[in-house]
T-cell receptor, first 115, second 109 residues
């Protein structure tokens, strides 16, 4: 079964700690994305990657870092520099960012709570 | 700036029809998506419009008017499972997806 997996579903951390959220896809998609979703707001793009070993900042990249060492994997690290890290994080993938008709497929999300 | 407007919340009755509107002002236009998102879950694709007109897919239809910067999602024969948020997203001239805040649809028996 092809799809995107994110783990864990719920994550709790103390303030000041870095935390890494995993995202894996077996859809053979080139492009992968990380979004943050807060109540009452649209999805906001954190980072995206079109090919292995390359990624670009989205609208709210400050306090986050990513890597794309394998096509299937795009982990997101929420660093202690991120001022308001508590949110619902969604990972997505698509065949290509340059072709507009390719919809994005989303993972189930990770709800991160930092206290 | 870029902006997508959707109503925050709508209520409808089971078996009825509801129309969820989306207006957008973006730098360029390369298509518009509608996604459904149940609470605490991932968004799932519903439709894609790039040309003006109505696209029908079962109980769901999506309409686009590029000249008016306007789209709507029409849901017919509403079922309780249609209670969800509906997200409108526009692809701008840089092929970036700009997301609306979503419309929470509440279905009552």
């Amino acid at each position: 079964d092809g799809g995107i997996t994110q783990s864990p579903k719920y994550l709790f951390r103390k303030e000041g700690q870095n935390v890494t959220l995993s995202c894996e896809q077996n859809l053979n998609h080139d492009a992968m994305y990380w979004y943050r979703q807060d109540p009452g707001q649209g999805l906001r793009l954190i980072y995206y990657s079109q090919i292995v070993n390359d990624f670009q900042k989205g609208d709210i990249a400050e306090g986050y870092s990513v890597s794309r060492e394998k096509k299937e994997s795009f982990p997101l690290t929420v660093t202690s520099a991120q001022k308001n890290p508590t949110a619902f994080y969604l990972c997505a993938s698509s065949m290509d960012t340059g072709t507009p008709s390719y919809e994005q497929y989303f993972g189930p999300g990770t709800r991160l709570t930092v206290t | 700036g870029q902006n997508i407007d959707q109503p925050t919340e709508m209520t409808a009755t089971e078996g009825a029809i509801v129309q969820i509107n989306c207006t957008y002002q973006t730098s360029g236009f390369n298509g518009l998506f509608w996604y459904q998102q149940h609470a605490g879950e991932a968004p799932t694709f519903l439709s894609y419009n790039v040309l003006d007109g109505l696209e029908e897919k079962g109980r769901f239809s999506s309409f686009l008017s590029r000249s008016k910067g306007y789209s709507y999602l029409l849901l017919k024969e509403l079922q309780m499972k249609d209670s969800a948020s509906y997200l409108c997203a526009v692809i701008d001239s840089n092929y970036q997806l700009i997301w609306g805040a979503g419309t929470k649809l509440i279905i009552k028996p």
